[in-house]
């Protein structure tokens, strides 16, 4: 977790929020101000309410994440370690608040799994906070050198010229920013944190790519810098439609590029110094064990990740042991198509046979997009088998911007506003087709989209009678369990017929059981780099050029990549009990719901809520 908002964290979920476009209410202090004829419940979700806007109102970013217009929409967060500590304290203060002023056992048992769930999320973040410094300010997957585009691109709308000057605005902060961000960096540094060696050159190579192009050089081909495109884009839409005159649009545009060049360029080359500068003190080692107190850090980023207390001894042998059980499964597909070799000979033929791959054209790059859409389209129109609930947003397919492609995930999800002004974007990394296999197209567009990651945070936020906090929360075991867990139960309604799609599911699969390996292997077992690498190209079907970018982001990542498949088990162990108990009377579409209708929880959370489902259905 980075310092930024770092103990609201745990009220906002930060990454990705979303909430109404319009600037919260002012809300009285709680709980002095409430009417006293309201329940405890009452009061207990005023309380979360004002907490959370006030939290809100003090990051500007969040704001823009949330879809809110205030006077803050053209600045950044403040990133200072000492905002990071004033924001623990206040953390710190609404608990204590909660926890003296509002009685528990009065609550209804909704409210009493707020009560719970924000008890956990202050503990989480208590716990975290020693180890603030030691997330890298910035890396290959959220480093700030490609945040700072991908947030302006993506989130920064502009339907006014208020918001395009704004939009200057927020150039011309980006000096100040980055410089809060380098001594962040710095600070780590002096503690002995810092990314190995291969991290410096993707960051180098992000940054330059923010400040290439115009305004930045001169040539005579020369076209726009990320940032400018997109701002040249963003108003050259509001003169067309006849909502910016045309001299206002070239005023802002040349503000537009006064910013960039006096403000973003200089700013770039700071940063691309100091990590120049910082490289030659980088070294190798890769996992979290050459940390401080590397052991309480990685157990730590365990517990947050996987909600469990599972050592990391322990997700290494679960690893291991679903590895066997689903290699098994592949030589039956293999069997199946009529391969004759090694499991492993299979793996090579599928990652390099001309057939499994779009071309790495623009027409490929294309074809992949409109092919992945299509797969979506057809599950959504299913739905109604497996579920009673489904979410408003919309969503649609995107190909990574190319400013980030080279560094970014295979993969990602981005939330929907949920005013519906901005749908759900599953984002497909087509910077080489030939780590994209067709085979894995379907497993993946259900887990980035639907029914994966796209049905469970839209319903979320979509949630009625919940407090923001729960509605915007996240529990990576949870959230990365439901993605893998919708990647499996559509071949139990007849989908993977292709027995190569259903090799790819698999291959989905084996790769987050992989993933238990590897990362327990880099960061308590002290496997290198290259170690790691070979262990995922001797034991999955994935390209090389995959493995590599996979075991580079679980370096600079500890332990997020062991929650998908511990969700995933917890999710389908309770589904069969479940079933074991209910028999002909259990219904998944119910049982989904009873997954998904409470937001985001810890894995044991969630078995509660299941037992409670079936212990009623038991009594009905």
């Known amino acids: 977790m980075k310092t930024t908002l770092f103990a609201s964290a745990a009220i906002l979920a930060l990454a990705g929020c979303t909430a109404p476009t319009t600037a919260p209410a002012p809300v009285a202090d709680a709980p002095a101000a409430v009417e006293a004829t309201q329940t405890e419940s009452e009061r207990l979700n005023a309380f979360f309410q004002a907490e959370f806007e006030k939290a809100v109102a003090r990051s ?10 205030t006077e803050d929409y053209g ?55 020693p180890f603030r410094h030691y997330s890298y300010t910035f ?16 989130q920064h709308s502009i339907s006014s010229a208020s918001d395009a000057e704004a939009y200057i605005s927020r150039l011309e902060g980006i000096s100040a920013f980055l410089r809060q961000e380098i001594t962040n960096a710095t600070t780590s540094a002096e503690m002995g944190i810092r990314p190995p060696l291969f991290v410096y050159d993707y960051v180098l190579s992000d940054a330059a790519n923010v400040i290439t192009g115009y305004p930045f050089n001169e040539t005579s081909d020369m076209s726009d810098s990320p940032l400018m495109a997109d701002f040249r884009k963003k108003i050259g839409a509001l003169l067309e439609d006849g909502d910016l005159t045309q001299e206002k649009h070239d005023v802002l545009l040349r503000d537009a590029e006064a910013a960039l060049l006096e403000f973003v360029g200089p700013a770039y080359q700071d940063l691309m110094a100091y ?44 690893g291991l042991k679903e590895m066997d059980r689903i290699h098994d499964e592949m030589r039956v597909i293999m069997e199946t198509v009529g391969f004759d070799g090694t499991l492993q000979d299979f793996f090579e033929f599928t990652r390099t046979d001309a057939q499994f791959f779009y071309p790495n054209t623009e027409e490929g790059k294309a074809e992949y997009l409109a092919e992945a859409t299509a797969i979506i389209d057809t599950m959504r129109d299913e739905l109604p088998e497996m579920f009673n609930t489904f979410p408003k947003a919309d969503m649609i397919v995107k190909a990574v911007e190319p400013f980030r492609e080279k560094s970014a995930g295979k993969a990602f999800y981005q ?22 296999p067709i085979y894995q197209m ?48 559509p071949k139990e309604f007849g989908y993977y017929e292709d027995p190569y799609s259903d090799f ?106 299941v037992t409670e489902w079936v212990a009623d259905k038991k009594s009905a």
């Open 139 to 154: 890396d290959q997957m959220n480093g700030v050198q490609s945040d700072i585009p991908a947030f302006m691109i993506n």
């Open 60 to 69: 500007p970013m969040t704001q823009t994440f949330l879809g809110i217009r």
């Open 75 to 129: 600045k950044w967060d403040d990133v200072s370690d000492a905002n990071a500590a004033q924001e623990m304290e206040l953390l710190q203060n609404a608990y204590e608040i909660m926890v003296k002023d509002f009685d528990y056992d009065a609550l209804d048992e909704s409210t009493k799994l707020s009560y719970r769930l924000f008890e956990y999320d202050f503990k989480r973040a208590q716990r975290a906070y």
């Open 442 to 489: 379907e497993a993946l567009a259900y887990h980035e989209g639907i029914p994966g990651h796209h049905m469970q945070i839209a319903i979320a936020q979509e949630l009625q009678g919940i407090p923001m906090f729960r509605k915007f929360g996240g529990y990576t075991a949870y959230t990365e369990g439901w993605g893998l867990y919708s990647e499996y139960f």
């Open 275 to 318: 990590i120049d500068e910082d490289k030659a003190n980088a070294t190798t080692d890769d996992g979290a064990w050459k940390l401080p107190e590397a052991d309480d850090y990685y157990a730590m980023r365990l517990a947050a990740m996987t909600t469990t207390n599972m050592t990391a001894s322990e997700i290494h042998d679960l």
């Open 504 to 609: 790819g599911r698999l291959a989905m699969e084996l790769w987050r059981a992989a993933r238990l390996v590897v990362d327990t292997g880099i960061h308590d077992k002290k496997w290198t780099r290259e170690q790691a690498i070979q262990y995922l190209i001797d034991n999955t079907p994935n390209p090389e050029g995959d493995c590599r970018k996979a075991i580079e982001r679980y370096i600079v990542m500890p332990g997020q990549a062991t929650a998908y498949k511990i969700g995933m088990l917890k999710i389908l162990e309770l589904r069969e009990a479940a079933k074991a108990e209910l028999g002909e009377e259990f219904d998944i579409a119910e049982y989904h719901d009873i997954v998904l209708k409470n937001g985001a929880v810890p894995l044991d959370v969630l078995e509660e809520l």
């Open 415 to 436: 939330r929907p506003a949920p005013d519906g002004s901005r749908p759900g974007t599953y984002y497909a990394n087509l910077y080489n087709t030939a780590d994209m």
